[in-house]
């Protein structure tokens, strides 16, 4: 692709902001909500939505692909075990262009799905009637993720019309309606017909800027085991009048239990789960150090407690970037109703996850907790520790040609270096993608940390949008040069 | 009365036991949970079921009379002053007979109300679908208390129907349907309006018999305060990836609490908590030693867990009648599902009681509770200390005619000298009559220590059923000899 090419296309995304905005707010007045079965079809419309547009703009082979799920055993928080029947899914949308001979393979992903918009009452404006203020367009899933999923057709559709029908690299598209539920229907075709998504690099724009103005790329996930600890006492629930200072208690167990897997530092306790800790380069934590944070300002408007809490030593970055931690979601069991009910409940439960990092494993560090949790069962109680799910923490290497294209591409519209982040949560689909298709991905997102992500009034910043756009242009045109 | 009445008085109730049984299936199949705010109607209808057969059976001046709280002030966590707003409540039943001139009056006291039916697939048939097997009947409140309301009430009947509508003592019935969450309309009725409950002794069966055939005396009980703890930390519930690792977490903060309030021989660790506990009298201590009691075989058989927990160098039976203890009977918050949501809520509640003893008082040990409670609080976490309710330990004496002639008539009906035990539940409105109305109690319970009071399959063997009939019918006609 001619250097005038690249400028024709970042020319026809310019001329075309104000179409490319409205077509983004009709795909965000689909309320495609994927938890909610009452939104099924609007799921489906949106789908169909993004497949018409891909279609449209000349990409080939476009269609909808139905995922489903198969019948799964799980415990419930009784601790009974259940089927779940095998369920239709959310369709994925697909479509490639592949006549950039001898030139790579990207695989653009993104997702059409949005997370509920409760509580309705804290929006300034509906979810879904999106509406600009002050150069940004709030709605549920302005950034999160179809107007970031949104850039990569549209910068299509620029280097399209640029470049006369034909694109500067090969590309397929890969857009699925259950990441807001576990994407477990994309992770089984991955997993399935892998063949199907053959490319050299996968593209996803589902991540944030570290501040407005500066270009990241995310380059490091935590990973994660999601566990219940189950604590048996006496066989049926007791009175605690009449058995009180005779019957093991499963929930003074359980919080005897908690207490002894992260110190009141916020250090985990469990032996050998530091082991596998690889330090970040001393460049990355360079790097971190020279961001502008301010965990003061982040304490106050992001966390809203009193005061942070975790490992001493480390940043608030470096605490949930590169370092392991261990939250308990919830605990049911026993009563929870309002006022008094005097039990001694048989069984409790505790939801304890832990994050990874690099190079802990899921296998490793689930043995070593669950050895630990045993080992410290308080008298009187037995416990069963399981496995809910597990996922690798990720760090993808800087040193490739398609981060050096994408940083170039970015210094090309913001005119400044890229930072190279970390992400404290999971996005299991790069895993998927490092595993099971062995390609690297460029997560490149044009986010704000105040987006309110999976909150209300979720907003995308305008400008961030059309520079995604041209990021995207230029990256793509980087790689087919 | 004669002793003619009495022998008549126990074949009307022989006669009509069958009758008696089907009555009380009746009253159990009403859903009175006092607790839950959906059966405040069947609370109702439960109330007026037992009214309508006292009058039936010849009792005077039958009515309900609705209680209702003042408004309250209290302190919550941050010192703040905070008004409870006075609230109707489930209403009292009151009957009399007040024509036995020269004889004592009896304040026969029970409960119409029940414990939620909870965890509901454990029972073998529903709560509220009363079911015979084995000689006992299965319901939840057979034993606690419809089932041990309902002895008094057909005794009552059999006396009217040998004496010809005449009783051979002064009988004044009270029926709360409040004691299953505090019973605060009672107490304010006791203390408020003590003339109209005037009487010289009150008969108690809310109580357990030590063992099968052993007639037994309840002359000790311990008190309690009913307590929740909220934690809070984030101002809104936070994704565990982005924020762990800086966000506090409340269940964690909730096991670090609960963890240092009772160590792992089950000593409480509140300052000050032991100070007022006074030791069981020598006498008591040898009797409860002469006790057929196997520890064994009650952890077999009554706990079923692998090992019994509590303070060393105390009896089992010291330890839930005579030593304070502390127990956690849920924990509300969080993510409660199955599967996995990686939520650090933003609150999280521990709901917290405790047994107290004499010479323990509530309100001096909650204050212990609180304060300490408060001073262990973990780094990011603000705790509410709230008290739900409260009730004072207490020990009768069993040195009095009453007590004697229980003794003598429970002999009659079981051929064995009475032990005396105390209970380690509470029975508030016990404390209430020795404080405002001045007058002991007989705690005459029969129920059996594997009745699962509070638990799922509740039953009351219905042989106990009927001696308590019979040996209410001999302790009334004793009184009125």
């Known amino acids: 692709m001619t250097t005038n090419n690249t400028t024709a296309a970042v020319g026809f995304a310019e001329k075309n902001q104000a179409r490319f905005v409205e077509e983004l707010k009709a795909l965000l007045r689909i309320p495609s909500v994927s938890t909610l079965p009452e939104h099924v079809g609007d799921v489906r419309r949106a789908a169909e939505f993004v497949a018409a547009e891909l279609k449209r703009i000349g990409m080939e082979n476009v269609r909808l692909i139905e995922t489903s799920t198969d019948e799964e055993m799980i415990a419930d928080a009784a601790g009974q075990t259940r089927v779940v029947p095998p369920r239709l899914g959310h369709p994925l949308v697909y479509a490639d262009w592949l006549h950039a001979e001898g030139k790579p393979t990207v695989l653009c992903y993104g997702h059409y799905d949005v997370q509920p918009p409760d509580p309705l009452e804290e929006w300034k404006t509906p979810p879904f009637e999106p509406t600009e203020r002050d150069g940004n367009i709030y709605a549920r899933g302005a950034v999160d993720d179809k107007g970031q999923m949104w850039m990569h057709v549209k910068a299509l559709e620029s280097l399209m019309a640029a470049g006369g029908g034909k694109l500067p690299v090969n590309v397929r598209v890969i857009v699925e309606g259950e990441e807001e539920v576990g994407g477990e229907g994309i992770a089984a075709f991955v997993r399935e017909h892998g063949e199907k998504l053959k490319a050299d690099v996968a593209l996803v724009s589902d991540t944030e800027m570290f501040a407005p103005e500066l270009p990241t790329l995310c380059v490091g996930l935590r990973g994660m085991i999601y566990t219940e600890i189950e604590a048996r006492g006496a066989r049926t629930d007791l009175h605690s009048g009449m058995y009180g200072g005779a019957a093991p208690n499963p929930f003074v167990a359980l919080a005897q239990v908690i207490a002894k897997l992260k110190d009141e530092d916020g250090k985990i306790l469990i032996p050998g789960f530091y082991d596998k800790v690889e330090k970040p380069t001393d460049a990355e934590l360079k790097a971190w150090k020279a961001l502008s944070f301010d965990e003061e300002h982040y304490r106050e408007t992001e966390v809203g407690s009193i005061a942070l809490t975790g490992e001493p030593g480390y940043s608030v970055l470096e605490r949930t970037w590169a370092r392991p931690t261990l939250d308990v979601h919830g605990m049911p069991g026993g009563f929870t109703g309002a006022g008094a009910k005097t039990v001694i409940p048989a069984k409790a439960v505790a939801k304890v996850s832990m994050r990874l990092v690099p190079?802990?494993?899921?296998?490793?560090?689930?043995?070593?907790?669950?050895?630990?949790?045993?080992?410290?069962?308080?008298?009187?109680?037995?416990?069963?520790?399981?496995?809910?799910?597990?996922?690798?923490?990720?760090?993808?290497?800087?040193?490739?040609?398609?981060?050096?294209?994408?940083?170039?591409?970015?210094?090309?519209?913001?005119?400044?270096?890229?930072?190279?982040?970390?992400?404290?949560?999971?996005?299991?689909?790069?895993?998927?993608?490092?595993?099971?298709?062995?390609?690297?991905?460029?997560?490149?997102?044009?986010?704000?940390?105040?987006?309110?992500?999976?909150?209300?009034?979720?907003?995308?910043?305008?400008?961030?949008?059309?520079?995604?756009i041209e990021s995207i242009v230029r990256f793509f045109a980087r790689l087919g040069a």
Do not use: W
Request: with cysteine; charged share 25%.
């Open 359 to 468: 190079d802990m494993t899921p296998a490793e560090s689930f043995m070593q907790y669950k050895a630990y949790v045993e080992s410290i069962c308080p008298k009187g109680i037995e416990v069963e520790v399981r496995l809910i799910h597990a996922g690798d923490a990720i760090v993808v290497s800087t040193d490739n040609e398609y981060v050096r294209a994408a940083t170039a591409a970015m210094h090309e519209v913001f005119g400044k270096e890229t930072v190279f982040v970390r992400g404290g949560g999971s996005i299991p689909i790069v895993g998927d993608f490092e595993r099971e298709l062995k390609i690297p991905t460029v997560m490149m997102g044009f986010g704000l940390p105040d987006d309110n992500l999976h909150a209300p009034n979720e907003k995308f910043h305008l400008a961030n949008f059309h520079r995604g």
